[in-house]
């Protein structure tokens, strides 16, 4: 079983763009919008992993989630924030340690696109703000990810904090699923 994104058509991207820009023109908010679609693509994509659980998944977040302290480098790998107790990122690297997961910071998204089309894992966890959680999906359809909106922010860009109960929710469903099938190599069921 292969995802299929309704984000891969044009026709859904364009619909969302008038949609949005419509809003923006009548001065409505559109953060409600944005939320709907991704609890919906969040539906979809637990629906999915369903029938087909994921062996690798990466956990991407966004560089405004970083506090002053913060020492991540420019690999973006959360390792070294396991000891750290100053700011979100250490609470979700120990998170994905216990979960075995690799877990990165981008600092634009389009490294975090390009980190996940390099890596190209069965699943992304993602949390970002809302207008970035939308470009994700049109972004790199062709990977299922499960994506929380930031839960506030100091201000624009800067100290943003997480979901974190989503995240613990979110990688304890995954632990609690039946391991993927693997797929029987030809040669075993050939009998050789
Ligand atoms: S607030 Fe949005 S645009 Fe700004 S760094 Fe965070 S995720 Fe990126």
Redesign the pocket.
Known sequence: MSWRSPWRHRSLVTATELLRRLLRRLGVDETPLLRRLVRANNRRVRRYLAAAPPRSVLLIL???VQRGCCRVDRSGSLAPCRECRDCPLGDLARLAERYGLEALVAYR?HVAFAMARERRPDLILAA??E??LLKALRSVPEIPALLSP?TG?AR??VD?SVDLAWFARELQRLAAAPPPEVPRARHASAGL
Do not use: F, I
């Open positions: 966004p560089r405004c998204s970002a703000c207008d970035r930031l922010m624009p860009c943003a």
